[in-house]
């Protein structure tokens, strides 16, 4: 296992485990939730809001709707494309579980393509290929923070007039030729789930390019209801709400958006912290017998929501699960950031998706190891992952 060792046991760099992606929560964000547990309002309410136009502001674009998940986003975007049973959404076949669903519970079919190996980002050429009379959106993936050639899927789109929705689940602070993510298309989808760069617990935003999506997001993401629950019951009177859909119980409560708001406004810092400890991985792997990030293409901006490395078995000379067994033996939690879709028997079995289509995207899934790259890692918490994936990979 590669330790030091002490009266002949092996010894661990660290005592504690080391949760991957836990977040740094600040004082900020612990006042404000008690702020709001003392308020009486816990739901959606004056916070939400003001979350929602802070990350407006933020992007500088569009119309800002809070849920209570990446997820909502996705399904609601697609559903207010609209999208038709028939449709189809060409997508990456390297992501979570959830970019896929959002398109099949729309009613439509998800078409993955395989990503081009450098940037594990979708590839233009395979989009292109993948378009057919059916195709009604292209849905690409900002994967772990490197964003997608915006300028080569937007002219795909635009040649065939299609929707083009971004996942921007790891990217809020990613952007492209000076545009921020999330606002090349229609819709731009962000989450807050607990490992994110900005953290609510659960959560997530809509980035609607027009404002009448933006207000049937929002009726949708509450029961299809024409009030928020929160006018329902604030302090102008009761108003009566009208059912105008069927919608669904999508909404971000204050208490969420008030650890959000102090996360958005920590969003640069955090990036900043998060870069050093990309640039001493950068630094402590050169030598290893991993491959480790491609460099940030020029004149764009990685949101470095992942760091990681691939273990090839071969060249390292342990296989990428003995690895996460390693690291988490020596107290360091990793995580996998994705095995390909077409691993998945569900999609296996309901599409005819196949590991081989997708060579790229397989073997990044065989190898990929995700690193703890939280900003609240210390000096000393950076140095106990680097000993420990050096220990990892020594026989
Ligand atoms: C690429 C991608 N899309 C969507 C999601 C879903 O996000 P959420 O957990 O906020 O629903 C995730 C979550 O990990 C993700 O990684």
């Excluded at 204050?254 to 920590?266: E, N, S």
């Excluded at 402590?284 to 078995?313: C, I, K, N, Q, S």
């Excluded at 939690?333 to 309901?350: D, I, N, S, T």
Aim: glycine share 8%; aromatic share 8%.
């Amino acid at each position: 296992m590669g330790c030091d060792e002490v009266n002949g046991e092996p010894q661990r760099p660290r005592e504690r485990f080391l949760v991957f992606g836990a977040p740094a929560i600040g004082e900020a964000e612990v006042e404000e939730v008690v702020a709001s547990l003392r308020s009486g309002w816990l739901g959606t309410g004056p916070k939400v809001a003001r979350f929602e136009d802070d990350f407006r502001k933020y992007k500088g674009w569009g119309h800002a709707v809070a849920v209570n998940s990446c997820t909502a986003a996705l399904h609601l975007s697609m559903l207010a494309l609209p999208l038709a049973a028939g449709d189809e959404v060409i997508t990456t076949s390297l992501t979570f579980c959830a970019t896929v669903n959002a398109v099949i519970h729309a009613g439509a079919t998800p078409v993955p393509v395989d990503v081009d190996p450098q940037t594990m980002n979708l590839d233009p050429g395979q989009v292109a290929a993948a378009v057919t009379p059916r195709t009604r959106a292209i849905l690409p993936v900002h994967f772990v923070g490197r964003p997608c050639a915006m300028d080569d899927l937007r002219a795909i789109a635009d040649e065939h007039g299609l929707a083009l929705v971004e996942d921007c689940a790891h990217a809020v602070e990613a952007s492209f030729h000076g545009r921020p993510a999330g606002t090349f298309g229609d819709f731009g989808c962000f989450s807050f789930y607990v490992t994110k760069n900005v953290v609510t617990g659960e959560g997530g935003m809509v980035l609607a390019r027009s404002e009448d999506h933006a207000a049937r997001i929002k009726v949708l993401a509450l029961h299809g209801m024409t009030r928020d629950a929160w006018r329902r019951f604030s302090d102008e009177g009761y108003r009566h709400y009208y059912v105008t859909e069927v919608g669904f119980k999508y909404n971000m409560m204050d208490l969420q958006a008030a650890i959000g708001i102090h996360q958005l406004a920590r969003v640069e810092p955090s990036w900043e912290r998060r870069r050093e400890i990309w640039e001493r991985y950068d630094e402590a792997f050169a030598g290893l017998p991993l491959e480790t990030p491609a460099p940030a293409e020029p004149e764009t901006r990685h949101g470095l929501h992942l760091y990681t490395v691939l273990v090839d078995e071969a060249r390292a000379g342990v296989s990428r699960d003995a690895f996460l067994e390693r690291m988490t033996w020596h107290n360091v939690g990793v995580g996998v950031h994705y095995l390909c879709l077409a691993e998945h028997p569900f999609y296996r079995h309901e599409f005819g998706w196949r590991p081989q289509d997708y060579p790229h995207a397989t073997r990044i899934g065989r190898q990929t190891v995700s690193l703890p790259l939280s900003a609240a890692l210390s000096d000393d918490d950076v140095t106990d992952v680097i000993a420990a994936v050096e220990r990892s990979l020594e026989g």
